[in-house]
């Protein structure tokens, strides 16, 4: 483990993600002004995800981890998919 | 792989920083956390089983028995929280996971030491606030251990510190999963390949994946259900225009895999027993491993099968059927492997063998009756009759607790440095095995016949198996005294053990018994031929 090398990250990538949150934050509140019925909450999601991309790719440092980590976090993003869609099964056919 | 004897104290008598008790409940060397999740969940385990007696003396006869039906219900969602959340869910990963898995990777400690700490001080929480709903306010959770709603808030019993307390044991299982994910990725000694790791580690890497991943979900849905308890926010109350089947997903997509979280982990002692008292290399390790994963994977996607008769849609219905009965192959191959191994193996009989081959015979008629289960047709027929019960406690009870008798009389001599008297264990294992068939077999039959399960009262056409089903408990229950007795007088009194009494190969069998604090003097190097079942 030690000889692991640590990637540091700039503040100033911090802080234009910080930013870039901020500004996902306020857009997702300003997209419920607009009528997009059926589409209202694939667009808060939509914003969730980028955020959520964001976070754990510059705040947990996930862009400069090991490819198995990233595999691994993938597998867990791809499980909650799933249980999405089988639940839906249930939702759209019942 | 031989390790030199360390000179030092064991970890059992060892005097740290802190002295006496402190020195226990404040340890965060793993082993000692391991004896404090022994000790916790026995005596939950023992609660539990009084509230399982009581329920059965009730059901000795038609009518009431010794309580009203008010109590009745009671009894049994405090038995079933119990059992599931403070001992089968924790049981052999907090227990065994804790004292073996390091020493097993050729570790000498977790990854995060004061974090598996936190996990049994929430563990104690979470036991504590469950107590607290059956002690104070308006009478004790009645809702069955699956909170279902809509009922879980519209009683007026108890149920908030309940909900609450099963969201705290979730933090606890949670962090252990963590520790060992990280534990086995992390911590391996040098040679030690994943294809070197033995099959308990490898349960326990894939029910790692389950606490972390699917505790979360029922997490969030307690709090959603003491959300609409005390705000009436409308998710699961279909009078406020919430959906109470949603609530049903949300339970099984945790509790489910959560079956799981309880058997792997058994399957992975019971993969260590038989080799060792086979004295052969286990057969299909690799297959094993990709069963342990696949199990882990496809018991994520079934849970639907707990909800075949709530409304939900044709289309679901087929899907979990479907994948029902593919999670019965991986198991299946499991057994198979398991009986291969025992084929022209030097078979040693001694008291962790017969809880291990007691178990295979055991979680085969749970298995098969699943399929029952899982079938479309059948389950309409079947369900919610005492033939779940049944199925349920077969694999629960058989599976898990079988193994976990079977892991602590395998492991007991390292654990704390004795021998147990062995007439007196094979003794409790036969009169426990006994009072099992007679205790839950005539289930399946009183089920088919159409008996409701979590009912005080029944038709007098059940009366003949319900009364061999007490009996059954009875004789349980005086196997398991003369189990805890042996091994209580054993572990202060019994012969001093050997450090590698049944000539395992794995890396526990070559510290001495109990293991110094440390595990190791030097972290151990495994060589090309090193491997954890290397008996040829």
């Keep these: ?94 | 792989m031989q390790t030199t004897a360390v000179n030092g104290a064991n970890y059992l008598t060892y005097q740290g920083k802190y002295k006496g008790l402190l020195g226990w409940i404040l340890s965060t060397d793993h082993k000692r956390i391991g004896l404090l999740y022994l000790y916790s969940i026995a005596t939950m385990f023992t609660t539990g089983v009084l509230l399982g007696l009581a329920m059965k003396f009730e059901l000795l006869a038609p009518g009431k028995t010794i309580m009203e039906a008010q109590t009745y219900n009671s009894v049994f969602t405090v038995h079933g929280v119990i059992m599931i959340f403070m001992v089968v869910v924790p049981g052999l990963p907090a227990v065994f996971g804790n004292l073996m898995l390091p020493i097993m990777i050729g570790a000498r400690d977790v990854a995060f030491p004061k974090l598996n700490l936190l996990s049994w001080w929430l563990y104690v929480a979470g036991v504590f606030l469950v107590l607290a709903a059956l002690l104070f306010g308006k009478g004790s959770p009645d809702t069955g251990w699956t909170f279902y709603a809509p009922y879980s808030f519209k009683t007026g019993t108890n149920m908030l510190p309940a909900i609450f307390g099963a969201f705290v044991l979730g933090f606890s299982s949670i962090l252990t999963g963590l520790n060992f994910l990280v534990t086995i990725h992390r911590l391996r000694c040098k040679g030690m390949k994943w294809m070197k790791l033995p099959l308990f580690v490898w349960t326990l890497y894939g029910t790692a994946w389950i606490q972390l991943l699917a505790t979360p979900v029922v997490g969030i849905t307690l709090v959603l259900v003491a959300l609409e308890r005390v705000f009436g926010v409308g998710i699961f109350d279909p009078a406020l225009g919430g959906d109470p089947i949603l609530y049903q997903h949300l339970f099984w997509i945790y509790s489910h895999p959560a079956v799981y979280i309880m058997i792997l982990p058994a399957m992975g002692a019971i993969s260590e027993i038989i080799p060792t008292f086979s004295q052969k290399h286990i057969f299909g390790y690799k297959a094993l491993i990709a069963s342990t994963m696949a199990i882990a994977f496809v018991g994520y996607l079934v849970w639907g099968h707990h909800m075949f008769t709530a409304g939900m849609s044709g289309t679901a219905q087929y899907y979990f059927s479907l994948l029902t009965f593919i999670v019965a192959i991986p198991s299946a191959i499991k057994v198979f492997n398991w009986i291969s191994t025992l084929y022209k193996g030097s078979i040693n009989v001694q008291t962790p063998f017969y809880w291990a081959v007691s178990f295979i015979f055991v979680f085969m008629i749970g298995g098969l009756s699943g399929l029952v289960l899982g079938a479309l047709a059948t389950d309409v027929h079947v369900h919610d009759t005492a033939f779940v019960v049944a199925h349920f406690h077969y694999i629960v009870f058989g599976g898990t607790g079988f193994a976990f008798f079977a892991a602590i009389h395998y492991w007991f001599p390292k654990i704390f440095g004795r021998m147990y008297d062995k007439a007196w264990a094979n003794t409790g294992w036969l009169v426990f095995f006994v009072g099992f068939l007679a205790l839950y077999t005539p289930m399946f039959y009183l089920g088919m016949m159409g008996m409701p399960r979590r009912y005080y009262d029944y038709l007098e056409e059940f009366h003949g198996g319900n009364i061999l089903s007490t009996f059954g408990s009875w004789v349980l229950a005086t196997g398991f005294i003369i189990i805890v007795v042996n091994l209580v007088r054993s572990a202060r009194k019994g012969a001093p053990a050997e450090a590698n009494p049944w000539h395992g190969k794995t890396l526990e069998w070559t510290v001495p018994s109990p293991p110094p604090v440390l595990n190791f003097d030097e972290e151990p190097v495994l060589g090309e031929k090193d491997g954890p079942y290397n008996y040829e």
Aim: glycine residues 2%.
């Design chain 1, 1 to 94: 483990m030690s000889g692991e090398k640590h990637h540091i990250v700039p503040y100033r990538l911090y802080f234009v993600v910080l930013i870039a949150l901020l500004a996902l934050t306020f857009a997702s509140v300003w997209i419920t002004s607009i009528e997009l019925r059926d589409y209202t909450v694939a667009a808060a999601l939509l914003f969730a995800i980028v955020k959520s991309y964001l976070v754990l790719n510059y705040f947990m440092h996930l862009k400069y981890d090991k490819p198995y980590i990233k595999i691994m976090v993938g597998f867990v993003f791809a499980i909650f998919l799933v249980m999405i869609v089988i639940t839906f099964l249930d939702y759209l056919y019942r």
